[in-house]
């Protein structure tokens, strides 16, 4: 199976075209490799998906015919990511969520229902 379509089966990209660009960024890794989107993907082998700031890592346990539910995914793939590499990730998250400045992006429920307070509904 290609890899841009493995990705794509799996979950890890949302489109198989995102899934073409993640590997022609640099950004996919299969057996330590930079690799083509065409690549080939076979059990057993071993592929590195860069989430900024750390690589993750996983096993190829088998192929899907075609896309996968959410649950259906750990029998295709298994995660092999070093567990101090994932508290990285999470410490990054943290540190992002908490330089967003107060009042950017979705307003919360609070904020909600000072709106309609304020606009009198």
């Given at each position: 199976m290609r890899l841009d379509k493995f990705l794509w089966c799996v979950r890890l990209?949302?489109?198989?075209?995102?899934?073409?660009?993640?590997?022609?960024?640099?950004?996919?890794?299969?057996?330590?490799?930079?690799i083509k989107p065409s690549a080939v993907v076979k059990p057993g082998q071993v592929i590195a998906?860069?989430?900024?700031?750390?690589?993750?890592?996983?096993?190829?346990?088998?192929?899907?015919?075609?896309r996968v539910g959410a649950k259906l995914v750990p029998l295709h793939l298994a995660e092999?990511?070093?567990?101090?590499?994932?508290?990285?990730?999470?410490i990054a998250r943290k540190v992002r969520a908490a330089d967003r400045p107060a009042g950017s992006?979705?307003?919360?429920?609070?904020?909600?229902?000072?709106?309609?307070?304020?606009?009198g509904e």
């Open positions: 990209a949302k489109t198989r075209s995102l899934a073409a660009e993640l590997c022609t960024r640099g950004q996919v890794r299969l057996d330590e490799r930079e998906v860069r989430v900024p700031p750390i690589w993750r890592n996983y096993e190829v346990l088998g192929l899907p015919a075609s092999r990511t070093p567990w101090e590499e994932l508290e990285r990730l999470e992006g979705r307003p919360t429920k609070r904020e909600r229902r000072d709106i309609d307070r304020f606009t």
